[in-house]
């Protein structure tokens, strides 16, 4: 109960969500763990397995009923391994993280109703766009590439909110970031500065690890 608080005061704080009195749609809300990491435990039998540990909890809402009546958007999400065969073969990369990507991408006022919640709080609905709707990787993946449309391919591949940015000599890696983070001040995109990594020569991208050599798990 104290998790969907927290949750719910920080949505309110940074305007993602607002109070709303009477919707038709209205989904419920539920708790569920962020698994990260990998260790190994003996089962029930005394045999080795490996199984990932929870770090955390995520407030997600169950966006199902909704999602079986939205018009599915089909627009294609890049294979991991195209995007890793890109990045082989350079000698610097930076590697940033969006700050919880979703919700920096508005939803239409129109269509706010429709992201109603509840919670033992109160009702709710999205400003922007929240993790469970079936469109929204393909809304985040479009968006992003409508934005860097110019760097793709030629300084950065994208995945996401995974930013993956490259240059043959430090210098040229530098010069590459400052255009992408002058791009990011431009249209006000927010970066996890925890996350990213900067001029380094190998990093992980999608759980591969990525140099100039390959990448491998």
Request: a neutral charge; hydrophobic letters at 40%; one cysteine or more.
């Given at each position: ?33 962020k ?40 627009f ?22 969006e ?13 706010q ?19 469970g ?21 030629k ?10 940015v ?42 591969h ?9």
């Amino acid at each position: 109960m104290e998790i969907v608080k927290k949750e719910i005061l920080k949505w309110l704080a940074a305007a993602i969500i607002y109070l709303i009195s009477d919707s038709k749609w209205v989904s419920p809300t539920q708790v569920v763990p962020k698994k990260s990491g990998i260790t190994i435990i003996k089962n029930e039998n005394g045999d080795e397995i490996q199984t990932r540990l929870t770090t955390d909890w995520r407030v997600c809402i169950d966006y199902k009923k909704l999602n079986l009546v939205t018009r599915k958007d089909h627009f294609p999400l890049p294979f991991t391994d195209q995007i890793l065969e890109k990045l082989v073969g350079k000698n610097f990369f930076c590697f940033l993280d969006e700050y919880s990507g979703y919700n920096q991408i508005d939803i239409n006022p129109l269509d706010q109703e429709k992201t109603t919640f509840t919670c033992p709080f109160g009702t709710f609905a999205f400003k922007r766009m929240p993790f469970g709707l079936c469109n929204a990787p393909a809304t985040f993946q479009r968006c992003m590439l409508s934005i860097f449309s110019d760097m793709i391919g030629k300084c950065m591949e994208i995945f996401m909110d995974d930013f993956s940015v490259f240059g043959e000599s430090f210098d040229e890696c530098l010069n590459h970031l400052q255009h992408v983070l002058e791009k990011c001040i431009e249209i006000k995109l927010v970066l996890s500065w925890d996350k990213s990594h900067f001029i380094v020569k190998e990093g992980v991208v999608l759980g591969h690890i990525v140099s100039k050599r390959g990448y491998y798990i």
